[in-house]
């Protein structure tokens, strides 16, 4: 199967600008350099701390828009052989992920001897491991090697959940052809019941988090808003953004959800709007979006390089440690370069398995 490429010019910014979000969320939430730079930052310190992490909303959304776009643009699913899509799938996550896994087991191996913070992640088990490698680490209960690395698990979790939807309408529409109205009913309405029941119940229940049923609100508006302006019935699919989002917040106000409404309704402005797509088009985002992936895998065992011999050589000098966030995070968009253009790139498998919307926490 080929899918042709759909992706819409100036969602890479969308991702590059998440990216960095979360690189810089990242740098704040793990120390020390962070701590040595906190009093005076502190405002942007917190900020980058309590709200950096809500950029993951982009990446689910983009991830559901993107997931609409290749496996049912118009509601029915334009795929065949879902197991064989999904195996796809996930060897398109894993080959730059085992790639960034092994560098920050390595990382940890390295600066465990001699520097001692709670960021360091313990030596890893066989089992940890191979847990790691199966994306069954949260589910499991074993330790991440890694930030971040439970939304690999997640996306791989909602591209399967979403495959499995349009396959089984599919076949229930050939089984039945009379029962649905219109060919795409029976898909669109399991992915509208499913996630009315993510956004009223499954995302307020923290213990699910390691579930794609958590995330796949978000998910979902992502797909809606793809369907806005690739159907006929653009208002409907307005009104059912509106109408999730509405009804969710009014249940349980999440500013997370307020994100992945807000990057809901970007992508429709996206889609509509010239003057957006152009000023978007910037070469260096564009760049960026194209490596968030992989600087995403990447990023944190550089910062753990980083915070370890920053903290050796410099542990109280302030400009030290405020050079060597920076420093973090330009040698995470390298690292996460080389690992696109060396491994992602290199290793992605034909036939248009579009990438992770994105990745983090």
Request: with cysteine; glycine share 10%; charged share 10%.
């Amino acid at each position: 199967m080929s899918l042709p490429d759909k992706r819409l010019p100036g969602i890479d910014a969308f991702k590059g600008i998440a990216c960095v979000m979360i690189v810089w969320h990242h740098l704040a939430f793990y120390g020390p350099m962070s701590d040595v730079v906190y009093p005076f930052v502190p405002g942007l310190t917190n900020w980058l701390y309590d709200y950096g992490r809500m950029a993951v909303q982009v990446f689910l959304v983009v991830a559901g828009f993107l997931a609409a776009s290749s496996l049912a643009p118009e509601g029915v699913a334009a795929f065949g052989q879902p197991g064989r899509l999904i195996l796809r799938r996930y060897r398109r996550l894993v080959q730059p992920y085992l790639v960034a896994l092994a560098v920050s087991v390595l990382v940890a191996a390295l600066v465990r001897p001699w520097f001692d913070h709670p960021s360091v992640p313990a030596a890893p088990t066989i089992v940890q491991l191979l847990a790691h490698v199966l994306l069954l680490q949260d589910v499991l209960g074993q330790e991440a090697l890694s930030a971040g690395v439970w939304y690999v698990a997640i996306d791989l979790q909602l591209f399967a959940m979403s495959v499995l939807i349009f396959g089984v309408a599919r076949q229930l529409q050939t089984r039945w052809p009379g029962i649905p109205a219109h060919p795409g009913f029976l898909g669109v309405g399991l992915v509208l019941l499913l996630a009315a029941s993510s956004l009223l119940f499954f995302n307020r229940q923290a213990g699910l988090d390691m579930t794609g049923l958590y995330f796949f609100g978000s998910y979902a508006l992502g797909m809606l808003a793809f369907w806005v302006l690739n159907t006929l019935r653009r208002g409907q699919w307005l009104l059912a953004i509106a109408l999730l989002g509405g009804a969710a917040l009014a249940l349980d106000f999440r500013g997370r959800l307020v994100v992945a409404l807000m990057v809901a309704f970007g992508l429709v402005g996206l889609q509509q709007s010239a003057w957006l797509r152009r000023s978007l088009q910037q070469r260096w985002l564009t760049q960026l979006g194209k490596i968030s992936y992989s600087v995403f895998l990447i990023h944190f065992p550089v910062c753990l390089l980083v915070n370890a011999v920053v903290s050796h050589f410099w542990p109280t000098q302030v400009l030290a440690n405020a050079l060597g966030l920076l420093a973090a995070f330009l040698l995470s968009l390298l690292a996460g370069g080389l690992l696109h253009w060396g491994v992602e790139s290199r290793w992605a498998p034909s036939g248009g398995v579009q990438k992770a919307g994105f990745v983090p926490q």
